[in-house]
């Protein structure tokens, strides 16, 4: 099958969190399995642009509302991620450095969609599906159907991944101008709640809907941010299809980020010298059990409740763990992290920013990673550490419930708790506490968890069939 994924982030091109690293995988394991996969995606100047070949292989020009643009499609020459790259520029909206955060993303993203589909419909063939990623891309199965223009793309079957239905891209009406000639019979398609709202259209116009992770899907019936009724509704073609993680990239014994490898059979030696270097790069104790927390430093991962979490722990231990927190996000979280360096050196340390190396060495040093998560779509952390023998922290949601067994059931190897808050957060850190005494069952945990098989293959299959079901 020819498949093309739309996506705002791809790893290593660009990547902001989990939807990178399955739009930077999905595809190469879908080549693998035979098919064609192509992705497309803005041309942020990120280093990856700079560092590798292009061949410009289209020139087109749209409109966004009265404003006239040009674009240009380019390829990634040497096929280095083992699929076919595109990045469609057009200047003075996607030729910035980061992914999202400006004023203006409605119109980079709308404009994106616009030339998406308009270099789409000057192809002499179609492929067998059109894959959208998230609301930046949630446009197109609308815009696909009914725009005047582009009526010949109508008969391609779509199919949309919401790896986060927190952010949904919501417009004003008056945005509504920007989408090419469209019938405006069908306005309902591309309404929630009086707003333009992007996820919402996708969700109606789409073939199929997954979500990143079967309970996750559930959970969308009963909190989606506003759209829980529109879930409940289309629920016929909703499914849940859960993450894989790529094991090339993410693999302890050639991860090219650490400088002592290991595997199942060497993982506790292997760890304690990972955990030594970073312990010595920030000044902790080696010896001591280490928890850390990588990720976005927002409500949904629950990271507000976090500085006092570790507070209330570092207290109840007696200092007899270490902590180390890598994230950005909230400033307000950022500074309560950075407040407490000092009061508590040689316990707890920051890194506050976006540190790709660092994170692989915190999977493969750390004991314990931390997830509080309030919403986990899929959750991509908790899988990564559990490939490099970490055992995973987790509040009882979305795929972090899929994923992780509670140590306390027969072949458990994490921990689990139902609340986001600091209460079962210091509970089971002491939970964690215990098992960290019991040397023996923490390297059955371990290597349990590292042989546990989270590959893409198995997805690959998944959407095959679902893709084969809309033909
Ligand atoms: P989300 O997409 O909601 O942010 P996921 O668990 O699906 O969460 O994916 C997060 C990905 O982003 C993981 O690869 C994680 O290691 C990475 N990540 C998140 N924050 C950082 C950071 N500050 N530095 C390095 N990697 C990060």
Redesign the pocket.
């Given at each position: 099958m020819e498949i093309i994924h739309i996506s705002a982030e791809c790893?290593p091109v660009a990547?902001?969190?989990?939807?990178?690293?399955?739009v930077g995988a999905l595809p190469k394991y879908q080549v693998k399995a035979g098919h064609i996969a192509k992705v497309v995606m803005p041309m942020y100047r990120t280093k990856f642009l700079y560092a590798n070949d292009w061949t410009v292989d289209f020139k087109g020009s749209s409109n966004l509302g009265n404003w006239f643009f040009e674009y240009t499609v380019i390829k990634e020459s040497s096929n280095k991620l083992g699929f076919d790259l595109f990045l469609i520029d057009i200047n003075g909206l996607l030729d910035r450095q980061k992914i999202y955060g400006y004023e203006d993303d409605a119109e980079r993203f709308t404009a994106f969609q616009i030339a998406l589909v308009n270099w789409m419909s000057s192809w002499e063939h179609q492929p067998d599906v059109v894959h959208c990623h998230d609301h930046h891309t949630g446009l197109v199965p609308f815009m696909m159907q009914y725009c005047y223009d582009y009526a010949h793309l109508k008969n391609i079957p779509t199919v949309f991944t919401i790896?986060?239905a927190q952010y949904q891209g919501w417009m004003g009406w008056d945005k509504s101008r920007y989408i090419p000639r469209w019938d405006l019979w069908k306005r309902g398609m591309l309404e929630w709640a009086d707003q333009i709202n992007p996820l919402a259209s996708a969700v109606k116009c789409a073939g199929k809907v997954t979500t990143?992770s079967w309970s996750y899907m559930d959970e969308l019936r009963v909190n989606s941010n506003g759209m829980e009724k529109l879930f409940e509704f289309e629920k016929g073609k909703c499914s849940g299809i859960l993450?894989g993680i790529d094991n090339e990239v993410w693999n302890p014994a050639t991860d090219k980020y650490l400088s002592d490898h290991f595997d199942v059979e060497t993982v506790t030696e292997g760890k304690q010298k990972n955990k030594e270097g970073l312990c010595l790069r920030f000044g902790l104790d080696p010896e001591k059990p280490l928890f850390v927390f990588?990720?976005?430093l927002v409500g949904?991962?629950a990271a507000d409740i976090l500085p006092d979490a570790i507070k209330t722990a570092i207290h109840h231990t007696q200092g007899e763990a270490g902590f180390l927190v890598?994230?950005?996000g909230d400033t307000q979280v950022e500074w309560a992290f950075q407040q407490m360096v000092e009061p508590y050196t040689g316990i707890f340390n920051t890194?506050i920013?976006?540190?790709?190396t660092?994170?692989?060495q915190m999977?493969a040093g750390a004991d314990f990673l931390l997830?509080p998560?309030r919403v986990?779509?899929?959750?991509?952390?908790?899988m990564?550490a559990m490939r490099y023998g970490t055992v995973p922290i987790v509040r009882s949601t979305g795929?972090l419930q899929d994923t992780v067994v509670d140590m306390g059931n027969p072949d458990g190897f994490g921990i689990r708790f139902n609340n986001a808050d600091i209460f079962d957060v210091d509970y089971s850190i002491g939970r964690a506490l215990s098992v960290y005494a019991d040397k023996a069952h923490m390297k059955k945990m371990r290597k349990y968890m590292m042989q546990i098989d989270h590959s893409w293959e198995s997805t690959v299959d998944q959407y095959t069939r679902l893709y084969e079901s809309l033909q």
């Open positions: 790893y990547k902001a969190g989990g939807l990178g690293d399955v790896h986060n990143v993450n990588i990720g976005r949904e991962k890598l994230g950005s890194v920013g976006y540190d790709e660092l994170s692989h999977y997830m998560s986990e779509p899929c959750g991509l952390n908790q990564y795929g």
